[in-house]
Nanobody, 121 residues
Framework: QVQLVESGGELVQAGGSLRLSCAAS????????LGWFRQAPGKDREFVAA????????YYADSVKGRFTISRDIAKNTVYLEMNSLGSEDTAVYYC??????????????WGQGTQVTVSS
């Protein structure tokens, strides 16, 4: 099993930027891709972005395309989510997970604590 620990969430003003980190440990050789997902209050969890570990191909939800950038550091087994031009609609708990399926939009079975991002207007 892969252990994933998210960090970097905080309160930020609208229009600001934030970078989230996700450190992977354990059976890191077993996944093909990692992704970021988020869940806003009262809403279902949704796909945000994903990246293939080998090759680095990236995928984004339409709502964040052009504003968010996902990247990975293979040596550190860490994936990042750089978020710019944040708006109140980006307020959510952000989760890192393995990603699979078409467009890598499906997360793995086990979810961590996530990291809270709150955008104030």
């Amino acid at each position: 099993q892969v252990q994933l620990v998210e960090s970097g969430g905080e309160l930020v003003q609208a229009g600001g930027s934030l970078r989230l980190s996700c450190a992977a440990s354990g059976r890191t050789f077993t996944y093909d891709a990692l992704g970021w997902f988020r869940q806003a209050p009262g809403k279902d969890r949704e796909f945000v972005a994903a990246i293939r570990w080998r090759g680095g191909t990236t995928y984004y939800a339409d709502s964040v395309k052009g504003r968010f950038t996902i990247s990975r550091d293979i040596a550190k087994n860490t994936v990042y989510l750089e978020m710019n031009s944040l708006g109140s609609e980006d307020t959510a708990v952000y989760y890192c997970n393995t990603a699979r399926g078409p467009g890598l939009r499906v997360g793995g079975n086990y979810w961590g604590q996530g990291t809270q991002v709150t955008v104030s207007s």
